[in-house]
């Protein structure tokens, strides 16, 4: 020891830089400065690269003001000149604070500092990146083009920062740019720039051109990741398109790429949301098989699927699985297991769960306690629901305006007025003020239930205590009033609404135009609609429709024509709906021909047909006999990629009977089955009654048959002729051809 302090080494400029960086990585700036301070006594000559551990742990701190003043300030007064790395970890601790303005003045300053450092393509980027973060796209894209302007060329992390950028911004034609003179200045775009605008398309509603993207990533001899596939079978799966977001996936599966739970998760959500649940648990069952075990997210997805269709015993099952695979519940599995068990009913057993979800330390949110409350107002168990929102005061949970409404609306939707208005006054007795939301919600409830004298007491109510009513209550209650055709209260609350110093919408006016229209008072309607005009109202392309199907539904087709010009020349865009409307009216005042000719120029455009405007024009030319042309639009309809509906298929069943064309109606009934389209009742009791009509029992008893085995019931008119046919005994030989309960019915209505 005595040797070892006799031989002392006397610390170098090396020495004391590693005891700086060590403090300051240690997070002790105090020591670090310190040791600074014995640099400087000593003589030592500082540079630049002792200050950059200092700099980076303030910046890191969020003290990039301190971090400033020694680089603008001190470093100068120690003759020590800042380097373009010290700049630079200015400029990102300024971006880190969101002060992008501050970092790309300090990036001007930089060329005229006096020192030898003009800065460098980290020094565009991280302020480019700083704007980006901040939302300021066209600040970060002005500095991109400086940089290019001042002969500084972007690497490809600038190049993918930006690119990333507007993507994310949904910039598309500026990511495109950006990306074609990154290629041209020999700069190769990555994976992640390819990631960057595979996700950008998608976000923006773009597949194919992501799609493209992916293809043009083979070409360029760039393999996607997980990322990319990920990106598209998302956006493939939120848009219902879960069939093509399968084919991604087995495309990724034969390029060797592994999926991720991410990847199987995506996917399952998409089957879920669709209802797919075969789909679903083929891929659960090839995600196990391939070693990924469910997850969390991935139970929920399960549960959650069986919960949006009832399936209560199978979501049970599967949280027991859950347990079982050594997986605790979290607050959303319980969320979602306490409200399939309300919506079903079960709400002992949610409450269960409930407590359950308390002893394991998880917090219920909103969710479960709105499914609790709900369940238990629905189960008439009121004093438990008002004991459930007290026990959440009592938890320090808030009980907001927003919470209760959610509660009312979700009753006033099910036609439970009576709880609204209980959850109402329990909302006044615990401090909670209603807003005009929650009272258009209690007189939106009260108008579905046909209670108009409550939904009037409810505005009055507003009143008394100085809230004022807005458009959606005076449009909700008129509304309420045109649908029982008390047209007279609906005028007066528009002049009410008048008086009060709102103005009358175009939803105000439709509704009441649509009143009228419903009464066959066209005139009363056409007099509101030139109101509308002359008080500055713009009508919509729903108040042209409902016009026009007043106008056609009063046999008043040249007013309808002239209208339907004016919309034209307006420059209003049309939609299907409009024209289906104008079809169907034209059919209806027997100008079938006009009809066809507008259905054929329909044809001709862009605007992607349904199968009801074809259903329009197929039972036109059946009524009028032209079945040939019928028969030539029902074969079209596969040609416009569309498929026949029980209504198609129905309008071809009842005139083949018409035309005694008894075994093509079989034929036709098979063809409809093997093409997926199940018959309904409406169908089944229509076609019986032509077959009665016709005098075939026998044929009629098959589709009797039918109805039975679906368990539909037979309508009125089916049932009365069928009576009025077999009771007086004159077909009594065909009885053996019907099913076994009209048999035994039959001979008692005969004894």
Not at 408 to 423: N, P, T
Request: charged share 20%; with cysteine.
């Amino acid at each position: 020891m005595a040797q070892a302090g006799a031989d002392e080494v006397t610390p170098n400029l090396c020495t004391y830089g590693i005891l700086i960086g060590s403090c300051c990585c240690a997070g002790r700036l105090d020591l670090g400065f310190a040791a600074l301070g014995n640099v400087i006594k000593k003589g030592f000559r500082v540079d630049a690269i002792a200050f950059t551990p200092l700099l980076k742990g303030l910046c890191a701190d969020k003290r990039t003001s301190d971090a400033m003043d020694i680089v603008l300030r001190r470093m100068t007064q120690l003759g020590c000149i800042p380097n373009v790395f010290s700049y630079n970890i200015l400029l990102k601790g300024l971006c880190d604070e969101n002060r992008s303005q501050e970092a790309f003045e300090l990036l001007q300053m930089m060329p005229d500092d006096g020192g030898d450092c003009p800065p460098d393509v980290v020094s565009y980027t991280t302020v480019i990146n700083g704007f980006f973060k901040e939302g300021d796209l066209d600040k970060a894209y002005g500095t991109y083009h400086e940089m290019l302007d001042r002969g500084i060329l972007p690497n490809v992390v600038t190049y993918s920062s930006i690119i990333a950028a507007l993507c994310k911004a949904q910039a598309m034609d500026k990511a495109m740019e950006v990306l074609t003179s990154m290629v041209k200045n020999g700069v190769m775009p990555n994976c992640r720039t390819y990631n960057s605008i595979v996700h950008g398309y998608c976000s923006s509603g773009q597949p194919k051109e992501a799609i493209g993207f992916l293809k043009k990533m083979h070409s360029d001899g760039v393999e996607p990741d997980v990322v990319t596939y990920n990106s598209l079978m998302d956006y493939l799966c939120k848009n219902g398109r879960c069939t093509e977001a399968r084919k991604i996936f087995d495309s990724m599966t034969k390029r060797g790429l592994k999926p991720e739970i991410t990847t199987y998760g995506t996917l399952l959500q998409g089957y879920a949301t669709k209802g797919a649940l075969v789909e679903m648990h083929g891929l659960l069952d090839l995600m196990v098989r391939n070693g990924i075990h469910p997850n969390h997210y991935v139970f929920n997805i399960l549960i959650c699927a069986y919960a949006k269709q009832g399936k209560v015993d199978q979501a049970m099952l599967v949280f027991s699985k859950m347990r079982q695979q050594g997986l605790n519940p979290n607050a959303v599995t319980y969320g979602a297991v306490i409200g399939i068990l309300c919506k079903s009913g079960r709400v002992k057993d949610a409450m269960l769960y409930f407590e359950q979800m308390i002893d394991e330390g998880l917090s219920p949110g909103n969710i479960v306690y709105n499914s609790l409350i709900h369940g238990l107002c629905t189960c008439n168990k009121w004093e438990r629901a008002e004991e459930l929102i007290l026990e959440m005061l009592d938890r320090g949970i808030c009980l907001n305006t927003i919470f209760f409404n959610s509660i009312i609306d979700s009753h006033c939707k099910e036609g439970r007025v009576i709880e609204s208005e209980k959850l109402f006054e329990l909302m006044v007795r615990i401090g909670v003020k209603p807003n005009v939301i929650t009272y258009n919600t209690l007189i939106d409830g009260c108008c579905l239930a046909g209670k108009m004298d409550e939904a009037t007491k409810l505005l009055a109510s507003m009143f008394s205590v100085g809230m004022k009513p807005d458009c959606v209550t005076y449009n909700t209650l008129i509304n309420g009033y045109c649908k029982i055709s008390r047209m007279d209260e609906a005028m007066k609350l528009l002049s009410g609404m008048v008086s009060v110093g709102l103005k009358p919408n175009t939803v105000t006016y439709s509704t009441l135009i649509n009143g009228y229209c419903k009464i066959s008072r066209m005139e009363d309607a056409l007099v509101l609609f030139k109101e509308m005009e002359s008080s500055g109202v713009s009508p919509d392309i729903i108040t042209y429709n409902i016009i026009l199907q007043g106008l056609f539904q009063t046999r008043r087709t040249a007013a309808a024509k002239e209208l339907y010009v004016r919309i034209t020349e307006s420059g209003m865009q049309l939609e299907l709906w409009t024209y289906n409307i104008i079809l169907h009216g034209l059919c209806k005042n027997n100008l079938t021909d006009e009809a066809l000719r507008m259905f054929q120029n329909l044809c001709l455009t862009d605007l992607q047909l349904e199968t009801r405007t074809f259903n329009i024009m197929i039972g036109a030319l059946l009524k009028c006999g032209r079945m040939d042309e019928a028969k030539d639009l029902f074969a079209a309809l596969s040609a416009n990629g569309l498929v026949p509906d029980v209504r198609t298929y129905s309008l071809m069943a009842e005139n083949l009977i018409e035309q005694g064309l008894l075994e093509e109606l079989d034929d036709l009934f098979l063809s409809m089955e093997e093409n997926g389209c199940t018959a309904n009742s409406r169908m089944l009791n229509s076609i019986v009654r032509k077959l009665l009509q016709r005098g075939d029992i026998t044929r009629a008893g098959t589709y009797l048959f039918m109805i039975d085995e679906k368990h539909f019931s037979l309508e009125a008119s089916t049932a009365s002729l069928f009576l009025d046919l077999l009771s007086g005994g004159k077909y009594q030989e065909y009885h053996r051809f019907l099913p076994e309960k009209y048999k035994s019915f039959i001979e008692s209505l005969s004894c």
